[in-house]
Structure formats: C-alpha cells, structure tokens
C-alpha cells in the first residue's frame, strides 16, 4: 500500500490535493497562465532588475572617489639633509605640487597622456604604466627647515633637497640649592 504525502498546503488548509489542484484555499479558481502572459512577466522582471543595476552602477558612478597612484620614492639623508628622489617621467612641471612641514612633505602630481585617450581598450597587449594623479606624504625623520628646501626636476626625476634644521647643542641646567635659613 503506497501512502500518499500531504503537501504543507493541504495540511495548512485542510484540504484535499485534488481540493488544491482545482481551487486555491480561498475557493476561487486559479487562472491558468498564457504562454503570452509568462513571457511579459519575464521581460517585467528582467526589466526591473536591469534598472535595479542601472540605478546601483549610477550611485556607484556619483560616490566613486578618483583613484590616486602612490609615487614611488628614495629617501635618504645626508649630514646636512634629507634628499628624496622620485623618477616622475612624463610629468610637467606646472602639474607639481610640493607641499611641506617641519616633519612631513606631500608630493601631488598628474601624468596625462593625450593619446592615450583615443587608443580603445581592446587594442591594448600591455597596460602597465599609470596615467592619472599620484600624489605620495612622507614623514620626515627630523625637523627642517622649509624656507631652504629645493626641487629639481632633471630627466624626468625629481630631486627635493631638504636641509636639517641646526638645533643648539643640548645646554645643562644647574640645581641651585636652597639655603635652609
């Protein structure tokens, strides 16, 4: 004898499943569905979710903050100061911003290349160099003095020259005694 299941349904509503099959729980006849009318619930469906994701892509588009390479640097010090160097080829000068402290100095830049811009994806093998804005802050080591630095730009490498500040030798404090009187 092979027992019959009962859907959660039936078991739900307490009817039969042919009751199910022939009426839904609350005793009207389900409407049979076109071929047609599935067809145009499909393109409904697949049309909303694509403004779904047109609507995502959009608020992506307007939070996107503009990428930003990092520079790459050598920093190093000699006696009298603090000398970094940065290989920057393709960069004009008036697209340099230096920016410094006593104990940090940020270096903002932009690489532009125009062709680049009418050169579509699909045609590039290699894509390896960047293009766009960089910028890099460095903490310095020690104290220096702003109004002495310098920056050169030779070759496509930059060269910034920042001379120690010259602090006075340490000076001894003497501890008076205080006279019990």
Not at 33 to 56: A, N, T
Not at 101 to 122: A, F, L, M, P, Y
Not at 151 to 167: D, E
Request: hydrophobic residues 30%.
């Amino acid at each position: 004898m092979k027992r019959n299941k009962k859907s959660f349904w039936a078991k739900l509503t307490g009817l039969s499943e042919e009751d199910l099959e022939r009426e839904d729980w609350l005793g009207k006849k389900p409407k049979k569905k076109k071929k047609e009318d599935k067809g145009k619930e499909i393109d409904k469906f697949l049309k909303e979710k694509e403004e779904e994701i047109q609507e995502d892509e959009e608020k992506e588009d307007f939070w996107a903050i503009e990428k930003e390479g990092q520079l790459a640097v050598d920093v190093y010090q000699t006696d009298e100061a603090i000398v970094i160097k940065s290989a920057i080829a393709g960069v004009n000068q008036e697209d340099l911003d230096i920016a410094i402290s006593e104990d940090i100095i940020t270096i903002r830049g932009e690489r532009k290349d125009k062709e680049e811009e009418k050169i579509d994806e699909e045609n590039f093998f290699f894509r390896e160099c960047y293009w766009g804005k960089f910028s890099r802050s460095i903490i310095l080591p020690c104290k220096i003095d702003q109004s002495k630095a310098e920056a050169k730009l030779k070759n496509g490498v930059l060269t910034i020259i920042l001379p120690k500040l010259k602090h006075p030798d340490s000076v001894r404090l003497k501890i008076k005694e205080k006279n019990s009187s």
